[in-house]
C-alpha cells in the first residue's frame, strides 16, 4: 500500500480537518470581537461604516456572536452546509472590504479561507459529524 492508497480510503477525513480548521478560526475570531472589540472596529472601512444601521460596537458584538455560531456549527458538524454559506458570505465580505486598502497579506488569507468554506459548501460533513449520523 502506498501512502495516496491510505489517504484515499481515508478521504473523508479531509472534510473533517477543513470543518476543525474553519470552526477554530471562527471561534477564535468570534471570541475576541467580544473581548477585543475596539480592535475590530478600525478594520470597518468608513464606506461599509456608512451603510451599517446601528453603532459599530453593536455590529461587533453581533459579528462575533455569527462568527462564534458558525465555529460551533461547523466543530460538531451540524448543518455544515449552511455554516459553510455563512462563512463564505462573511469571508466575503472581508475580501471585498479590503481591497485598494493595502491589506494584501489578510486579502490573501482570507480568500483561502474562503475557498475552503466554498469547498465545504459543496462536500458537506460526512465524516465524524452529526449531519453524517443522521444521514
Known amino acids: ?37 475596539q ?37 460538531v458538524g451540524y448543518k455544515t452546509r449552511f455554516a459553510a454559506l455563512l462563512a463564505m458570505l462573511i469571508l466575503l465580505g472581508v475580501v471585498l472590504s479590503t481591497i485598494g486598502t493595502g491589506q494584501a497579506e489578510v486579502m490573501l488569507r482570507d480568500i483561502g479561507l474562503l475557498g475552503a468554506s466554498i469547498s465545504l459548501l459543496f462536500a458537506g460533513s460526512k465524516c465524524c459529524s452529526v449531519d453524517g449520523r443522521r444521514a
Open 1 to 37: 500500500m502506498t501512502i495516496i492508497d491510505f489517504f484515499e480510503r481515508n478521504k473523508d477525513y479531509g472534510t473533517l480537518f477543513m470543518r476543525f480548521g474553519l470552526a477554530l478560526i471562527f471561534l477564535w475570531f468570534g471570541i475576541d470581537k467580544f473581548i477585543h472589540v
Open 39 to 75: 480592535n475590530w472596529i478600525g478594520w470597518v472601512p468608513e464606506w461599509m461604516a456608512s451603510f451599517i444601521p446601528v453603532s459599530l460596537f453593536t455590529f461587533m458584538y453581533f459579528q462575533g456572536a455569527i462568527e462564534m455560531l458558525v465555529g460551533a456549527l461547523l466543530l
